[in-house]
């Protein structure tokens, strides 16, 4: 076999993992942003700045919340309990600490202290938890586009080929969630204020960029005979391809329906898909071709997989947009976010419940045709995800309201009210003013154009290195190395 059909069979024919095991993954990701925010507080820092030095920032922002994402996918993949109850030890180690230095700063009790904090004021309106969410899933893109090609990467971590779900499997249907958390449809201001047809207008506008660079991996794929998986979008289609569709499509359908229905119409949209995909030959097609030998001959038949998911992704980002109608809604204190949070955790709850009544009734999850039960997992795991990072905000929040000074970039600023029998001084930040060194904002600030240094650094790892009988030590450093060069370039750019 040639290299290129070596690694093309390396990444392929696979059955991923548990629901579970993708889920303690992900928990990863929320408890390492905890343990950096309960570090700063228990330093009790006096601006968002940690140090006189960006390179200082940079280091420490790398080592605890990116390093232990490449390290729990690689040499710690088989021990993710442990790294969890290892940072939840770390943590609750630093809130410790933490409340040693209340007791003796504060005479007021720990009663007194949390009946004022659910009356405190939430910051200005935003939502980190939200910008937190998206910036973790292109940095868990970034390590598993390249990891996946080394053998140190969990091949169960890998996408599936038709059914089960992968770690990887979770990616483009958490980008198109998360992109309709923040869309424009989701904020109810631009909602009010401009019309459907210029909201409809500005989408397509937008999606420009997507299309240039779905055009330009689709000819730089096919110049250097790069190898692909072809059962995951087709032949010519790509994740760029996707987005696009979708933003534009969902644009359109949310045009002729009130805010308050955009749920039903997406649930219709994604039963009326798995309700085809029974009671016809698409999922027949989708599988293996109009000739049912897997042939790729014709646009549609070498494109069927992009083309036909469509429809389902479609119904996850009008899901997403009803989440973010809700999430971004205007809550002032913060016993409303923490009755917001429990909604949500019953949300999640009942769409993972729901999810073993379908794999067992109707089809197990299938990203290679982003059926019914794909879509309740793919939006089950996002809002459980949300709600870990809302809940560790609210815990930093605790933290930062017990210790007056300190300050976590990136996360809620809690503002004592006039309930509040705490003595303590409230640090301010006005996001608009000031650009904090954090790795958090510096992603944020350029996603995509991250992801598009992700790709092409994978490609030129690549095609210079024998990925797949690389030593565990090598494949090790390739990745750390590739990730630490990714951040810094997005960094420098903030």
Avoid at 4 to 11: P, V, Y
Avoid at 93 to 108: D, E, P, Q, V
Avoid at 304 to 309: N, P
Wanted: glycine share 6%; aromatic share 12%; proline share 2%.
């Amino acid at each position: 076999m040639s290299s290129k059909h070596l690694k093309e069979a390396f990444i392929g024919n696979l059955n991923g993992t548990s629901i579970t095991e993708i889920s303690s993954g992900l928990g990863v990701t929320t408890l390492c942003i905890l343990f950096r925010g309960l570090l700063f507080i228990s330093l009790c820092r006096k601006s968002a700045v940690l140090s006189n030095s960006w390179k200082v920032d940079f280091f420490i922002d790398y080592i605890l919340l990116v390093l232990p994402l490449v390290l729990s996918c690689t040499i710690f993949s088989d021990a993710l309990h442990i790294v969890l109850l290892s940072i939840v030890a770390l943590c609750l180690l630093l809130f410790y600490i933490i409340g040693r230095k209340r007791n003796k700063s504060m005479k007021a009790s720990l009663h007194n202290i949390c009946q004022s904090f659910l009356n405190a004021h939430v910051g200005n309106g935003t939502v980190p938890a939200v910008t937190t969410l998206r910036v973790s899933l292109n940095v868990l893109t970034a390590v598993s586009i390249l990891g996946v090609d080394f053998p140190i990467f969990p091949r169960r971590y890998a996408k599936t080929e038709t059914y089960g779900t992968g770690v990887m499997d979770i990616g483009v249907g958490c980008f198109i969630f998360g992109n309709a958390l923040v869309s424009p449809e989701a904020r109810t201001q631009e909602r009010v204020t401009l019309s459907h047809f210029f909201r409809v207008k500005k989408q397509i506008l937008s999606v420009w960029p997507l299309i240039v660079l779905g055009l330009a991996r689709l000819i730089s794929v096919k110049a250097v005979d790069y190898q692909e998986h072809v059962t995951e979008y087709g032949v010519h289609w790509n994740f760029f391809f996707t987005l696009a569709t979708v933003r534009v499509l969902s644009s359109l359908l949310m045009t002729l329906v009130p805010p308050q229905r955009i749920w039903f119409v997406a649930l219709t949209i994604i039963i009326g898909y798995q309700f085809f995909l029974e009671v016809t030959d698409l999922k027949s097609f989708l599988l293996y071709g109009s000739d049912s030998q897997g042939t790729r001959v014709g646009f549609l038949n070498a494109n069927r997989e992009g083309i036909f998911s469509v429809v389902g992704y479609v119904g996850i980002y009008m899901i997403g947009v009803q989440v973010g109608l809700y999430i971004l809604k205007k809550r002032m204190l913060v016993k409303e976010w923490i009755s917001a949070i429990c909604s949500l955790v019953l949300l999640s709850s009942g769409l993972f419940i729901s999810i073993t009544f379908f794999q067992i009734y109707v089809e197990p999850v299938s990203r290679r045709m982003a059926n019914l039960p794909f879509c309740i997992w793919i939006i089950g795991q996002c809002v459980a995800w949300l709600c870990s990072f809302l809940i560790c905000d609210l815990i930093l929040a605790f933290a930062e309201y017990m210790t007056p000074g300190s300050n976590v970039p990136s996360t809620w600023n809690i503002r004592s009210t006039s309930y509040s029998s705490v003595r303590r001084v409230t640090s301010t930040k006005d996001s608009n003013k000031e650009v904090h060194q954090c790795l958090i904002e510096a992603i944020n600030r350029n996603q995509l154009l991250y992801f598009l240094i992700a790709n092409i650094l994978t490609g030129i790892v690549n095609m210079t290195i024998d990925t797949i009988h690389s030593s565990n030590l090598l494949s090790l450093f390739v990745l750390v190395i590739y990730m630490f060069s990714n951040c810094l370039i997005v960094y420098l750019l903030h």
